[in-house]
T-cell receptor, first 118, second 113 residues
């Protein structure tokens, strides 16, 4: 079945440091890939997405490139801020083999807690 | 446009009690989902509704039931709560042609004693 694996956390960085959170996946079809962010006490918000190989998703200074050859979708940011402290989830939606009908179901990684200190 | 709303925000139950978590969306989305979030385990799908009038089991359906009341509303019921159901519950929805981007509610934090 489908699965998503994220790097072990938590991650603690100083402000302006470079961030990488690794994400690899296993899927039967051609999935869409997502990064969601959860700020303390809130629900998940879509951060960025990529729908086909070599696509780069970007938002708020974060980037991730869909790498089919390495089945990866690593999240990066060049200079983190205290306000980026949150939990980050990698996820995939796989249409599978049933005529492309996944009904929008997502498979999530376990989440990575990021804490940024001033 | 409120997006996805959930009630209640917090709830404490005793083992064996029942309750219903409510979810509504105002984005005219076809599909709706219930997830639970536990530390170190990400989000796990409990039930989903691909469209009005249909529901299907997800990864962890045991101990739960759902009702897709209409296109807007999708409720989750715990008939006899157990301590293992202590969790944060999220409702989400998605529309057609959105590459399955899901929109999430703020969550319900449930404690079962």
């Amino acid at each position: 079945g489908d699965s998503v694996t994220q790097m072990e956390g938590p991650v603690t960085l100083s402000e302006e440091a470079f961030l990488t959170i690794n994400c690899t996946y296993t899927a039967t079809g051609y999935p869409s890939l997502f990064w969601y962010v959860q700020y303390p006490g809130e629900g998940l918000q879509l951060l960025l997405k990529a729908t086909k190989a070599d696509d780069k998703g970007s938002n708020k200074g974060f980037e991730a490139t869909y790498r089919k050859e390495t089945t990866s979708f690593h999240l990066e940011k060049g200079s983190v801020q205290v306000s980026d402290s949150a939990v980050y989830f990698c996820a995939l939606s796989d249409p599978g083999n049933a005529g492309g009908t996944s009904y929008g179901k997502l498979t999530f990684g376990q989440g990575t807690i990021l804490t940024v200190h001033p | 446009n409120a997006g996805v709303t959930q009630t209640p925000k917090f709830q404490v139950l005793k083992t064996g009690q029942s309750m219903t978590l409510q979810c509504a969306q105002d984005m005219n989305h076809n599909s709706m989902y219930w997830y639970r979030q536990d530390p170190g385990m990400g989000l796990r799908l409990i039930y989903y509704s691909a469209s009005e009038g249909t529901t299907d089991k997800g990864e962890v359906p045991n101990g739960y039931n759902v009702s897709r009341l209409n296109k807007r509303e999708f409720s989750l019921r715990l008939e006899s709560a157990a301590p293992s159901q202590t969790s944060v519950y999220f409702c989400a929805s998605t529309g057609l042609g959105s590459y399955n981007e899901q929109f999430f509610g703020p969550g319900t934090r449930l404690t079962v004693l």
